[in-house]
């Protein structure tokens, strides 16, 4: 495939994160480091666009100072990328400056040096540089060979220093490493460039941004309000659902809702078993997997799983009011299994933790 393509699909999938992120910064300012850098990513990516034809034909030399100059800038922001996402206060200005100190220096004498007429040869090979290894030119190539190095290695630090960080998203341990491993192959691409390495690299660090980007909206989706449980009179019957279905889709999932709804707030004995399951939900409503999964989403809810424990929620609340939960273990009498379902569950529905909650009421 012509690098252009590759090139462009990624400056491509590096815009839409970016106004994305951007929009979602409107509402939570730790969005907006991720859309900054992603930012930068497309800008990078549109300036590399025009020269791709150049680089097909054209082999690039060793430790050619462009390609190295963009590699230091590109692996200092793929080292601070990943906690942007988690500590927005990681990006204050002055501890960013800091941090990017030693790509300044570097990339500041390189220039000045070249303005008053340093050259900078083209080299093929690693014994080509060391045989000019006493020049100015080699040896500030070899210095931001050094801080790329230890920006790769600050990369691979990442998931350590995550670990340290409360509420971290575990799918950002992953990515971290990936992006090293990745930056790996890219330090390799400077000493000895193949199209075909690059084109890899680029596509597995496009995949990568994407995929943190989907994991970003999960997130934000899972955190959505969830629909307010209302009482329901009169449940529908499945011979009038159907006749619906014939005439209105939408109608007739809001009917199927409304019949589970029904069973569920008349049968609060059955879903208070913690085996009660999905299978038990079908059988008892008439209603198979597919409908019932295609009426609860249409109502908000993600899955069957996650519709049950929102009426388990409601009832640990009720009983909390009712004064009837006087410990942590108690919370398992409004259905859930364990302890950690109940917390899980808790935090997934209402926005905050069950412990915080039941503190309100002087409840351990």
């Known amino acids: 495939m012509p690098l252009a393509y590759v090139v462009m699909g990624s400056l491509i999938a590096h815009i ?158 992953g990515y971290a490493t990936l992006l090293g491993l990745n930056s790996c192959l890219y330090l390799w691409l400077v000493i000895s460039f193949t199209v075909g390495e690059f084109e890899l690299w680029l596509v597995v660090f496009t995949l990568a ?28 019957e499945v011979n009038v659902i159907e006749q619906t279905d014939r005439e209105d889709f939408n109608e007739a999932n809001r009917q199927r809702f409304e019949r589970v709804e029904f069973w569920m707030q008349h049968n609060r004995d059955a879903w208070k078993d913690f085996t009660f399951s999905r299978d038990n939900l079908c059988e008892n409503t008439g209603i198979n997997r597919h409908l019932l999964l295609q009426a609860l989403r249409s109502q908000g809810y993600n899955n069957v799983h996650e519709y049950i424990n929102a009426y388990r929620v409601e009832e640990l609340k009720r009983l909390v009011a009712n004064k009837q939960i006087q410990s942590m273990k108690d919370c398992m009498d409004a259905g859930f299994g364990t302890i950690k379902t109940a917390r899980a569950a808790f935090l997934r529905v209402q926005g905050e933790t069950l412990d915080d909650y039941l503190a309100h009421y002087y409840i351990k």
């Not at 462009?66 to 200092?76: A, K, T």
């Open 16 to 173: 839409v994160i970016t106004s994305v992120m951007a929009l979602f910064a409107r509402y939570k300012v730790r969005y907006l480091s991720i859309a900054w850098i992603t930012g930068i990513f497309s800008l990078m990516l549109a300036i590399l666009l025009p020269f791709c034809g150049l680089i097909e034909v054209t082999r690039p030399a060793t430790l050619h100072p462009g390609p190295m100059f963009g590699f230091m800038v590109w692996v200092f922001l793929q080292s601070i990328y990943p906690l942007s996402i988690p500590m927005p206060g990681y990006l204050q200005w002055e501890r960013m400056w800091t941090y990017a100190l030693p790509v300044i220096i570097v990339g500041l004498a390189y220039g000045i040096l070249t303005v008053f007429g340093m050259t900078a040869p083209n080299y093929y090979s690693v014994g080509e540089v060391l045989a000019h290894f006493w020049t100015a030119d080699v040896w500030l190539r070899l210095a931001m060979l050094g801080v790329s190095i230890y920006y790769i290695i600050n990369i691979f630090r990442l998931p350590k220093v995550m670990l340290r960080i409360p509420d971290v998203p575990h799918y950002l341990f």
């Open 209 to 236: 941004n994407l995929y943190i980007c989907l994991r970003e909206l999960e997130t934000m989706a899972i955190h959505l309000p969830k629909p307010v449980i209302e009482a329901v009179g009169e449940a529908p």
